[in-house]
């Protein structure tokens, strides 16, 4: 979603916004821009669609990008008015003294604006962003200080906003402001930065402060002082940011997508470390805190997420309640939040978010925590929004993830509710399932390589791309543990490809969709070994006498049956227990090489952002 840089030292500013917007382009957006300050004057530059195009403005003021030292930027995810250059950010006051970049959403901004028409302001976009713009100026108006501008103005102002504003007549500062929207400041030498996410900012700096709801930053190259909302002066720790630079690189792959799904052997490795020490071992989870004698009185399970974490809580229900014995509701966050939900202090709350910071999920968190029950969060991202959130704290560490589809911290968020699913049960003293949970441990120490055995021998998925890549639909079946893995497949192939891609339990296809069949619509079918392969292969059969393509991913096919598929992948022997994180791997390739096939911006789909802080 929208991504936010901002400046202040005695380098080229132009250089550093440019750069640092670039390392937010993953966020997905459709317009950009920038305001550089030099003697007292504001130039903004904006431009529609990809940076290149700000880029190509810039070559032509040259003789400003070459002096200014300061300055702000901003890439524009369109939530209120078309996605062009008028809207883009950055947006000024009617005088052009004061410029203002935001994230977030000013929900009471037509009350606003009608007042400040009221006032004389004439407005130029259809933004909301412009109306804070124009208010804050007011307020600047009337103390003539634009830190106490923007304290007074957020005041008035409902939603969610994370602002870096500069005037004219205060050449030495920009001042920040963040309600429910990340902001982070860099911390530098002689300069300091503003940025709505790390990647931004890491190749300059590793230090940072982070900027809590209702404070407010005023920053200079040599000084950083942050006022709480009644205005007392606070110091925030400065904290360590986690990332490599050279981890926001592709390094040598065509595309994030496919180096991400390519490091998830290690990202197995990763979160299974110190964690799962050898099959005969207890699962060590310190990060979960509640006792042992909490555990067991937790009555009911809730997990909430969107999208693809949503796909890989709805997997682990299969796994708690197997080994936990406890009920488990899955939902979508977006759901969750408009309707009487009913938890208590014995529920257990699971949020599941690769960003930490999606709107939907954090809303939804913050209602229930008001219900005493016990929030565990399992997040890529430690130091998100989420994360403060959390009673108790389970990172997968799977590295940033710069593709806006999710591949590798999905396959972490599953490894994380196998752990988790292991340790309720060890910490309840459920003994029935020891030897199946001693099994599972031994699968999930061999699935690292297993995963590296699969991605090491894609020839026959590039084929199978190539082959189907000019298809319009596509169905996706599995039943039990793989029917999330079928919705999280279809998602992966729509988000990058703009198929139109469905998933269904194999079991409902005879109840509605079956109705859809024909030589024109391919039905990939995942089937492995266990107490669903028999049910699945009949409905295979079902969507074959329809004369659908099929596909199967499987790990054992008999020879009797394989002429009723068209197309066969296998993967790696496995148990149908822990088979989701394998064909997984086969989906997001398959979904992988038809976008790329087909010529299309894989790791920045349209219209998608990476991370969703709106509801
Ligand atoms: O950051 P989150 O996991 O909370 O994001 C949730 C969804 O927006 C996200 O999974 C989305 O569906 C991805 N584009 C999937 O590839």
Same mark, same amino acid.
């Given at each position: ?40 004057? !504001? ?32 890439? %524009? ?14 947006? &000024? ?43 804050? /100026? ?66 300059? &700096? ?25 205005? +007392?002066?606070? !110091? ?32 197995? %490795? ?87 910071? &999606?709107?939907?999920?954090? !809303? ?8 005493? $029950? ?9 130091? $998100? ?70 991605? +090491? ?21 599995? %039943? ?64 074959? /006498? ?11 096919? /008999? ?53 969703? +802080?709106?509801?």
């Amino acid at each position: 979603m929208c991504g936010i840089i901002g400046y202040i030292g005695d380098k080229k500013a132009s250089d550093i916004l440019i750069s640092g917007l670039s390392h937010l382009e993953y966020r997905g957006y459709d317009s950009a821009g920038i305001a550089l300050c030099y003697n007292g004057t !504001t130039n903004v530059y904006k431009a529609q669609g990809k940076l290149i195009n700000l880029s190509e403005v810039l070559k032509t003021k040259q003789e400003i990008c070459d002096v200014a030292t300061k300055g702000i930027g901003h890439i %524009r995810w369109a939530t209120h008015g078309l996605p062009t250059t008028t809207n883009a950010h950055p947006h &000024t006051c009617n005088c052009k003294n004061f410029t203002l970049v935001h994230n977030g959403i000013i929900e009471n901004y037509q009350e606003l604006k009608e007042e400040l028409v009221n006032c004389g302001c004439i407005f130029q976009s259809q933004t909301d962003t412009e109306v804070a713009a124009h208010l804050i /100026a007011h307020e600047y108006g009337k103390t003539k200080d634009l830190l106490s501008a923007m304290q007074s103005a957020v005041k008035k102002i409902k939603g969610a906003f994370a602002f870096c504003a500069i005037h004219n007549n205060e050449p030495d500062k920009i001042v920040v402001a963040k309600r429910n929207a990340p902001l982070i400041i860099g911390v530098g030498e002689g300069e300091n930065f503003i940025a709505s996410d790390i990647p931004a900012i890491i190749e300059y &700096t590793k230090k940072a402060i982070y900027l809590s709801d209702y404070q407010v930053g005023v920053i200079k190259k040599d000084s950083i002082k942050i006022y709480d909302e009644n205005n +007392t002066l606070i !110091t925030n720790k400065i904290e360590h940011l986690p990332f490599e630079a050279m981890a926001i690189s592709k390094m040598g792959y065509k595309h994030f997508m496919l180096k991400e799904i390519h490091e998830q052997g290690d990202v197995v %490795r990763n979160v299974l470390s110190g964690k799962l020490i050898s099959p005969e071992h207890q699962i060590q989870l310190n990060e979960f805190k509640l006792t042992s004698e909490k555990i067991k009185n937790i009555s009911r399970i809730q997990i909430i997420a969107c999208g693809t974490s949503l796909h890989a809580g709805m997997a682990g229900k299969y796994i708690i309640e197997k080994f936990a014995n406890i009920p488990v509701d899955v939902e979508a966050s977006s759901e969750y939040i408009y309707r009487d939900t009913i938890a208590d202090k014995n529920t257990l709350v699971i949020g599941i978010s690769q960003s930490g910071e &999606t709107a939907d999920t954090i !809303t939804a968190i913050k209602q229930v925590k008001a219900q005493n $029950s016990h929030i565990a969060i399992i997040t890529n991202r430690a130091d $998100s929004t989420m994360a403060r959130l959390a009673d108790s704290l389970l990172p997968v560490n799977a590295g940033i993830e710069v593709s806006v589809a999710a591949t590798k911290s999905y396959m972490a968020q599953l490894i994380s509710l196998y752990l988790l699913a292991m340790y309720l049960s060890e910490q309840k003293n459920i003994t029935k399932y020891e030897t199946d949970i001693k099994n599972l441990k031994q699968e999930l120490i061999e699935l690292p390589n297993k995963i590296e055995t699969l991605l +090491t021998n894609t020839a026959n998925i590039r084929e199978i791309a190539k082959k189907y890549s000019s298809y319009k639909d596509f169905i996706f079946i599995a %039943r039990g543990i793989n029917f999330p893995s079928a919705l999280e497949g279809a998602l992966k192939l729509k988000e990058i490809s703009y198929i139109n891609a469905t998933g269904y339990g194999a079991g409902e296809l005879k109840h509605g969709p079956i109705a859809m069949l024909d030589e024109n619509m391919p039905v990939l079918a995942i089937l492995n070994t266990g107490i669903v392969y028999d049910k699945v292969l009949s409905n295979c059969e079902e969507a074959k /006498a329809r004369q659908a393509k099929l596909i199967g991913v499987t790990d054992y096919l /008999a020879d009797k049956d394989k002429d009723l598929f068209n197309d066969l992948i296998l993967i790696p022997s496995i148990s149908d227990l822990i088979s989701p994180a394998l064909n997984i791997v086969v989906l997001q390739l398959l979904a992988y090489y038809i976008a790329e096939y087909l010529g299309k911006d894989v790791d920045q789909p349209r219209n998608l952002a990476k991370s969703v +802080t709106v509801e």
